[in-house]
């Protein structure tokens, strides 16, 4: 019996900082694992199903099945190996006081910078940069191999190495542009804030998601991807109709050029009260995708940057299926799906900042993680949202998970009404198949990963529209 309380009483022994140390770990390790069960069970599934199964016979030939089964086997192998990857690399850096190292590194060069220890917020965006560095000089080889290796066998890669390249240097310095700034800000807010700190430091990032969200799409996304006005034509036109039809305060509709990057295809809208614009990747849209369309003679200016691939079957929806998905997107709008999603996290992130408040006082956090003299408010940000929170963030993300799908079939439905089940119906197919999507899955793991509705429950969704 004594033998048995014996690691009950050594963890009662063990001083506050190293019960917090120790369940980080082992409650990271314990999601890092359900997670790599729920792969498993999906990877048995991909390698099992071999044959169309009955009910997608009228929806998919054995070429393409086949296809999107060695696809989706293939990127469930790198999840794999890339999720242990970062689960390893995340306990050695823990293990090894990665945290304090480079805390005490980015003190030593604002230090010769001029800018002494009482400069926290010079230091705390060296370490932010380096930090960031770090990540990205890690996650290259992975990206790489995603690209290059992965997308580029299943035929969606289209870029080049040089252009890849291009891309990460400006994600990263542009990522930069916006982090550092915004972090300085929130930290010197959270410093002179006094007791209410948290609800102005709320407020702050209120404002900065909604200006964000707001030049997201004027300014910041076509410093990577050409954006152009959808052409005049008959596309154009039922866009606008549908769009009056239903009240959406649509001011610009732009096809933006996705092709010079992958083949998959997508379409959003975004923008506030009454300025909204509708965004269409060209690989939507099979009359624009460039992925349709034989290179002409002499032209390979883009080539340097793009290697366009012809295919021999069309990619992308005709006009009536294109209206139908955005007739599902805009559901989304008059549905009040957006509001509620921003509502949800703007309720999340003040129930966070609050308690944040509440611990940030609680120096066996800071301890814990290898800061016994000082408690930098940016490593108290780090230490309670990242590892603290993760439980309640878990728990959080499968709730969100769940309430998307319902989202996404009261989106269809909404579709269904506008009178385009049937357009819907053949434009999910489709994009499925250029996507190379899967239609099978593991019902724990559709249920624990799945934001949309597996593509059989949508269908016969839309099917029971079609013969009412």
């Known amino acids: 019996r004594g033998v048995m309380a014996l690691p009950g009483e050594l963890w009662a022994e063990l001083p506050a900082e190293k019960r917090i140390f120790c369940s980080v770990l082992l409650f990271s390790w314990a999601v890092y694992l359900w997670e790599a069960f729920l792969a498993h069970r999906q990877r048995r599934v991909y390698r099992t199903t071999t044959h169309v199964p009955r009910e997608l016979g009228q929806i998919m030939d054995s070429e393409t099945f086949e296809k999107s089964r060695l696809y989706q086997l293939d990127k469930s192998t790198f999840s794999f190996w890339s999720g242990l990857y970062s689960e390893v690399e995340g306990t050695m850096i823990l293990l090894c006081g990665g945290i304090p190292f480079l805390w005490n590194l980015s003190g030593q060069i604002s230090g010769r910078a001029g800018f002494g220890p009482e400069y926290e917020i010079v230091q705390s965006l060296v370490f932010l940069l380096l930090a960031t560095l770090f990540s990205a000089v890690t996650g290259l080889p992975w990206s790489l191999y995603n690209t290059f290796v992965?997308?580029?066998?299943?035929?969606?890669?289209?870029?080049?190495?040089?252009?890849?390249?291009k891309d990460a240097i400006k994600k990263f310095i542009v990522t930069q542009c916006i982090l550092l700034p915004v972090t300085s800000l929130l930290l010197y807010i959270i410093k002179i804030g006094g007791d209410y700190f948290f609800i102005y430091a709320w407020l702050f990032t209120l404002v900065v998601s909604l200006v964000l969200v707001t030049i997201y799409a004027d300014y910041i996304a076509p410093l990577f991807d050409k954006f152009i006005?959808?052409?005049?034509?008959?596309?154009?036109?039922?866009?606008?109709?549908?769009?009056?039809?239903?009240?959406?305060?649509?001011?610009?509709?732009?096809?933006v050029e996705g092709s010079k990057r992958s083949s998959?295809?997508?379409?959003?809208?975004?923008?506030?009260?009454?300025?909204?614009?509708?965004?269409?990747?060209?690989?939507?849209?099979e009359d624009y995708s460039a992925l349709n369309k034989e290179p002409a003679e002499g032209d390979d200016g883009e080539n340097e940057e793009t290697k366009s691939k012809t295919k021999n079957k069309k990619q992308g929806c005709k006009n009536e299926e294109v209206l139908a998905v955005l007739g599902h997107e805009l559901g989304h709008w008059k549905l009040g799906h957006t509001v509620k999603n921003i509502i949800i996290s703007q309720m999340n992130s003040f129930l966070c900042f609050f308690l944040f408040a509440v611990l940030i006082g609680r120096k066996e956090l800071f301890a814990a993680f290898g800061f016994y003299d000082t408690q930098p408010t940016l490593i108290g940000l780090m230490i309670i949202f990242q590892f603290i929170f993760s439980p309640y963030n878990e728990v959080l993300s499968f709730c969100l998970t769940v309430l998307s799908r319902r989202f996404e079939f009261q989106a269809d439905a909404?579709?269904?009404?506008?009178?385009?089940?049937?357009?819907?119906?053949?434009?999910?197919?489709?994009?499925?198949?250029?996507?190379?999507?899967?239609?099978?899955?593991?019902?724990?793991?559709?249920?624990?990963?799945?934001?949309?509705?597996?593509?059989?429950?949508?269908?016969?969704?839309?099917?029971?529209?079609?013969?009412?």
């Not at 992965?150 to 390249?165: A, D, P, S, V, Y």
């Not at 295809?265 to 849209?285: E, H, M, P, Q, W």
């Open 150 to 165: 992965i997308e580029e066998k299943h035929g969606f890669n289209q870029q080049t190495l040089g252009f890849f390249f």
């Open 229 to 255: 006005p959808l052409p005049e034509g008959e596309l154009k036109q039922q866009i606008e109709t549908m769009a009056k039809n239903i009240d959406f305060p649509l001011t610009k509709v732009y096809v």
């Open 264 to 285: 998959h295809s997508n379409a959003y809208f975004y923008g506030f009260f009454k300025n909204k614009r509708i965004v269409l990747f060209d690989t939507l849209l």
């Open 414 to 468: 909404f579709a269904k009404e506008l009178g385009k089940a049937k357009d819907l119906y053949s434009a999910l197919i489709k994009l499925n198949k250029d996507n190379l999507g899967f239609p099978v899955s593991d019902w724990i793991f559709s249920m624990w990963h799945y934001s949309h509705p597996p593509l059989l429950e949508r269908l016969q969704a839309l099917k029971d529209a079609k013969q009412e």
